[in-house]
């Protein structure tokens, strides 16, 4: 066989390969609709933020996009949902820090693998989270509070909305980072925690700015520090935990995830559809009303967040001996 005939088969050989991740990258998605899985009960957090954003997602897309929620397990049922799917962009995960950041360290087994069955494409938002005590408690400041905690070990108690939670978790790493004792009291969910922190049976919370912040207004609770990692505009002379324990940020993160092995054109299409979705004013606008921070970054530094939060919370959650359901 003549050379020139044998580069010509191995030429159309290529061409035939390479045609399907060409049909791939140009014409997702071509069918409808996309499945976005909220892993908790309709009306919550995640389930509002993901509606907020489906719409626009959809228009940028060109294809409808239904939220289906699937809530259990602290988010690993729904996670599986989308783990378990075909990777072909037409089921994703509205992703809370559960299913890949915190469930693989607090649990003993996942049904699915949390770093390969999952694709992190673009964080959405980040929920704001605010240290607050009761009015009664004696200080004014964060260093006071550490100082008092040092003093009366033990004695100090946070309220969380369970174990597990980003509530629990974020008080754990205080312990830490602060080199303090203060006790975890576990409620069953965020209201009847901030009950009892408003009404001083619990002396302090790390929970969402946004259940608080009508307290804050009221003074039935005080404000000490915020735990994004620079001050909010919301609360401009409340300081950042971080000003006192360099290093130290715990807001959950919100985002978008992809099952695992989804061709990188559409994990691309996604993500630069998300991120302008994100960065249009109104979106914006509607996301700081709600109280939270807009996300958008590149896949490379999602990857990148997913593995740096997964070491910090190992960590911690190692440390506390927490684990879910206990």
């Keep these: 066989m003549k050379i020139s005939t044998m580069l010509t088969m191995a030429l159309t050989c290529a061409a035939i390969t390479a045609a399907p991740q060409a049909t791939a990258q140009t014409e997702y998605p071509s069918k409808q609709p996309i499945t976005l899985i909220v892993p908790f009960a309709p009306g919550g957090g995640a389930d509002l933020t993901a509606r907020l954003v ?137 209201g009847p925690a901030m009950q009892d922190v408003v009404g001083g049976r619990v002396e302090m919370a790390i929970d969402s700015l946004t259940v608080y912040q009508p307290f804050i207004d009221s003074g039935a609770v005080k404000a000490l520090a915020v735990t994004t990692a620079e001050r909010l505009e919301a609360l401009p002379d409340v300081p950042a935990v971080a000003e006192f324990l360099p290093g130290f940020e715990s807001s959950p993160v919100n985002y978008l995830s992809a099952p695992g092995g989804t061709p990188e054109p559409i994990q691309a299409k996604l993500n630069a559809a998300l991120n302008k979705v994100l960065a249009d004013p109104a979106v914006q606008k509607r996301m700081k009303d709600a109280g939270l921070l807009p996300g958008g970054n590149s896949i490379e530094e999602m990857r990148q967040l997913v593995a740096s939060e997964q070491e910090k919370w190992k960590k911690v959650i190692e440390a506390s001996g927490a684990k879910a359901g206990g």
């Design 54 to 190: 489906s719409e626009p997602l959809a228009k940028e897309l060109g294809q409808s996009i239904v939220i289906e929620n699937k809530p259990g397990g602290g988010g690993t049922v729904g996670a599986r949902i989308v783990a378990t799917s075909e990777p072909d962009g037409y089921t994703l995960l509205y992703t809370t820090p559960g299913p890949q950041l915190t469930n693989p360290f607090l649990m003993e087994s996942l049904p699915y693998d949390p770093v390969n069955d999952l694709a992190p494409i673009s964080t959405i938002a980040v929920v704001p989270s605010v240290l607050v005590v009761n009015k009664t408690v004696p200080v004014d400041s964060f260093p006071e509070l550490i100082e008092l905690a040092k003093k009366k070990p033990g004695k100090i108690r946070f309220a969380s909305a369970g174990i597990g939670a980003s509530s629990h978790l974020s008080g754990e790493l205080l312990k830490v980072m602060a080199d303090v004792e203060i006790e975890h009291v576990p409620y069953r969910g965020t």
